[in-house]
T-cell receptor, first 112, second 112 residues
Framework: NAGVTQTPKFRILKIGQSMTLQCAQD?????MYWYRQDPGMGLKLIYY???????DKGEVPNGYNVSRSTTEDFPLRLELAAPSQTSVYFC???????????FGSGTRLTVV | QQPVQSPQAVILREGEDAVINCSSS?????VHWYRQKHGEAPIFLMI?????EQKGHDKISASFNEKKQQSSLYLTASQLSYSGTYFC?????????????FGKGTKLTVNP
């Protein structure tokens, strides 16, 4: 049971570079989410998706983009990385909005 | 709006009990609880629905008072494995879709 798989686990970016954080789930969940976690601040929602082809902004979407072409994959794109995007990024999925979320193991990103 | 958790941190000896509170300024119909160990992903503990109280695994249970817009997580006879940061999550509806907003977390440390 893979659950939610995130790659890479760690990454260091230079200011202005771009990258894609990958997220894949094998549970056939319709709902997928991207959160960022900063120390002492809890989890902040960046983007979410309720199904293939449908995405919407969360609380902190600036500087990020997403796509959802399949049920399984929900990549997060960072364009023009900034130091403020240094964080731990978690992808999650759920069967329904009233179901528990399953989180991936996270990507620790540092922008220097 | 982010739910408010209290206390921010708790230190216990093994076998002691703890209560973690989560309150919202908005009307609630459900509350999620998660536990996150250092360097790991959050793990779903339980969801409480309006009018219900649900027991989770081990000796962890929770209550939900929708009138007071509050939920409490009870950890009984704590074990070393209970150490971690506990988050509550409350649903918000946006454009017909729902997503969770998480509190800042309560750090629980259980010592031998």
């Amino acid at each position: 049971n893979a659950g939610v798989t995130q790659t890479p686990k760690f990454r260091i970016l230079k200011i202005g570079q771009s990258m894609t954080l990958q997220c894949a789930q094998d549970m056939n969940h319709n709902y997928m989410y991207w959160y960022r976690q900063d120390p002492g601040m809890g989890l902040k929602l960046i983007y979410y998706s309720v199904g293939a082809g449908i995405t919407d902004k969360g609380e902190v979407p600036n500087g990020y983009n997403v796509s959802r072409s399949t049920t399984e994959d929900f990549p997060l794109r960072l364009e023009l990385a900034a130091p403020s995007q240094t964080s731990v990024y978690f992808c999650a999925s759920s069967r329904a909005h009233e179901s528990g979320y399953t989180f991936g193991s996270g990507t620790r990103l540092t922008v220097v | 709006q982010q739910p408010v958790q209290s206390p921010q941190a708790v230190i216990l000896r093994e076998g002691e009990d703890a209560v973690i509170n989560c309150s919202s300024s908005k009307a609630l119909y459900s509350v999620h609880w998660y536990r996150q160990k250092h360097g790991e992903a959050p793990i779903f503990l339980m969801i409480l629905l309006k009018g219900g109280e649900q027991k989770g695994h081990d000796k962890i249970s929770a209550s939900f008072n929708e009138k007071k817009q509050q939920s409490s997580l009870y950890l009984t006879a704590s074990q070393l494995s209970y150490s971690g940061t506990y988050f509550c999550g409350t649903p918000e509806t946006q454009g017909g879709s729902e997503k969770l907003v998480f509190g800042k977390g309560t750090k629980l440390t259980v010592n031998p």
